[in-house]
């Protein structure tokens, strides 16, 4: 379904924008600037009403982050503060912003102002013509590295062919309707990988092209080690096939043996050849053990998502949240 399909929504609608923050005080005082100004033409556009809201979360930083939040929040009528008890990682505190804003659409984008702001003007409109989901796109990737390229390029192509749905060169930038971001509720999993989860919702969808900036100052929160983990969480929390590849692997290592078992049982009584060598010992030996190994690790690896999703531990603890209109409260999800 498409939003061609959908029916018009009537402006001014309360928007809520969420921004996932950590240690972000050297972009924070532009970010904020440049989102007010994109609410104040909205609100002057006739497109939101005024109780819309920019939510800055920030999620356990250690720097100056939350002092420049909750200043912004007295200067500012559009801010809105959200303080995480501790880091939670960029996902969960996704979360805590979108399950804590009100309004009838939110848009969730970086501090770091990678993502051109002017988008939400399109996101917009695109909600106002009906669509539930707006997917902000990059429309070209030559600003990364080469490395970081090649290895997005690799990761979609590994989960697309294991039948996961996802969408080209959208990262965390999109725009969710009310009813949508009820439906993500329900989605109760720990380890969370958002961009797998929000096409399974369905509702009528769009997408807007942006260009993707450099990051406007300080540095990347994400440094291999937090990228490589997170494409793992992609793959093990949407598909099985990695245990069903090691069902297929035993399979075949099992007829194999069983055909060397039958050749050494021939050679060894039908046949005055037989002298036992080490490579017959020795070579299944570390093959079976190196294939075992890998079996317990694929397997310990799903194991561990079960124990952390049967523990259905909270995936954002929220210190204060500070919304003039609303009075500052302290809850979990
Ligand atoms: N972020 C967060 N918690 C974390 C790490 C990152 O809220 O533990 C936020 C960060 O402040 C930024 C967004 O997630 O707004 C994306 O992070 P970053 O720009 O560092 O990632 P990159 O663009 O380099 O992939
Ligand atoms: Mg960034």
Known sequence: MTARDAHRREAPLCLALVVPCYNEEAVLGETIARLCAVMSRLHADGKIRDDSRIYFVDDGSRDRTWALIDEACRAQTWVAGIKLARNHGHQ????????????????????????????????????????????????????????????????????????????????????????????LKAFREVNLFLRGIIPL????????????????????????????????????????????????????????????SVWILYVALLTDRAVPGWASTALPMYLLGGIQLLCLGVMGEYIGKLYSEVKARPRFIIETVIDTGQPAIAHRD
């Open 92 to 183: 969960h505190a996704l979360l805590a912003g979108l399950f804590t804003a009100r309004g009838d659409a939110a848009i969730s984008l970086d501090a770091d102002l990678q993502d051109d702001v002017n988008a939400i003007f399109e996101m917009v409109d695109r909600y106002l013509d009906g669509a539930d989901i707006v997917y902000g796109v990059r429309r070209r990737r030559d600003m990364d590295s080469v490395f970081k390229r090649s290895s997005a390029r690799g990761f979609y192509r590994i989960m697309r062919a294991l039948g996961v749905r996802l969408i080209n060169d959208h990262a965390d930038y999109r725009l969710l309707s009310r009813r949508a971001l009820e439906a």
């Open 201 to 260: 919702l369905g509702f009528p969808t769009a997408t807007v092209y942006y260009d993707r900036g450099e990051r406007h100052a300080g540095e990347s929160k994400y440094p291999l080690r937090r990228m490589l983990s997170f494409a793992f969480d992609g793959v093990t929390s949407f598909s099985n096939f990695p245990l069903r590849m090691i069902t297929a692997l035993g399979f075949t290592v099992f007829v194999f043996a069983l055909a060397c």
